[in-house]
């Protein structure tokens, strides 16, 4: 069986998870380096964890949140997609059964808010984990003067915290927003389609989905 370890040791993924973050560098795009992947990937197993999944089912959850990203190697525009068939081939080359390379891939082929939906519990746990890593330390550029609007939104938050609560089926994500570099409202109107998203991933999970903005109930 294919397990996290093998992924995060393998020199040919490594290879390609580099060269994603020059590129996206390049770009000026926001971090998306081994602190977002592994972010992603506690967060996505620790979810299906606390729901009571089955232990295999939270390893491949912990897999596709770690490599997610990857298809931005190619290009940022539909990185979902296309990062779906990059991590295609790498999982067959490894051995992974065709049962578990499914669950992986149509994970990371639906994270994106544009095209995604919720297809299976693993997708959904690397939805909502991925919607959640926002935070001040992921915008790359340094000069106020040329940040976009998704840069000052993500600039402005200083706390990002996800929270499950199994008993009451509760994922909660709790943001700190500096009010002087965002209002709550330029948040939302960037960030509305993710937590819809979100909504609809914790629907999936049989959870509610709660956003708390400075301790206020957003959604
Ligand atoms: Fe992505
Ligand atoms: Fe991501």
Known sequence: MISFDDIKKDTEIDSYFQATNVYLGQMGAIVHDYEHSNTVAENSRRILEAL????????????????????NVINRYDH??????????????????????????????????????????????VIISDKADVHRVRVRKTD???????????????????????????ITMELTIDLEISSVMEYFEIFLTRMVLCRRAAGHLGCE???????????
């Open 80 to 125: 979902g997609r296309v990062g779906a068939a990059l991590v295609f081939s790498f999982l067959l080359r490894m051995g992974m059964d065709p049962e578990e390379i499914a669950v992986v891939v149509s994970a990371i082929g639906n994270h994106e808010e544009q095209t995604g939906s919720p297809v299976s519990s693993v997708a959904a746990a």
């Open 144 to 170: 106020f003067s040329t940040f976009t609007t998704r840069d000052r939104v993500n600039f402005a938050v200083e706390h990002s915290l996800l929270k499950i609560d199994p008993d009451l089926r509760k």
């Open 209 to 219: 989905f709660e956003l708390l903005i400075n301790e206020a109930r957003f959604l």
């Open 52 to 71: 009571g999944y089955p232990k295999r089912e939270t390893e491949l959850a912990e897999i596709a949140g770690y490599l997610h990203d990857i298809g």
